[in-house]
Nanobody, 128 residues
């Protein structure tokens, strides 16, 4: 069983920055492929970024100029750094972990169905 716990959400003014954290913990010390998704009110869940077991990142193209994803395997934690936030970034941000044997250490999954374990989500609110 894998527990996924997000933290770091909150309220910020437009143009500001926020870094979300996500710890994926289990009885083993294996590194999981990890990803971030978000869902705004009345909208579908959308991919933000993911990172492979070996640290290779994959960020949604439209957000690549202001979003960075990185991980610390010693802490089983992934971080999502977001800069120049806009009101349209307001959403619940959820972290998810994929099966470590899913597709190898170099693969950063982009689709929700590729993830098995999900956190409860953390609210990010950007005011104009």
């Amino acid at each position: 069983q894998v527990q996924v716990v997000e933290s770091g959400g909150g309220s910020v003014e437009a143009g500001g920055s926020l870094t979300l954290s996500c710890e994926a913990s289990s009885r083993t010390s294996v590194a999981y492929p990890l990803g971030w998704f978000r869902q705004a009110p009345a909208k579908d869940r959308e991919f933000v970024a993911s990172i492979a077991q070996n640290g290779l990142p994959y960020v949604k193209y439209s957000m690549q100029d202001r979003v960075t994803i990185f991980r610390d395997n010693a802490k089983n934690t992934v971080y999502l750094q977001m800069n120049r936030l806009m009101p349209e970034d307001t959403a619940i941000y959820s972290c998810a972990a994929s099966d470590p044997d899913y597709a190898g250490p170099n693969y950063a999954p982009p689709a929700p169905y590729e993830f098995t374990y999900w956190g409860q989500g953390t609210q990010v609110t950007v005011s104009s």
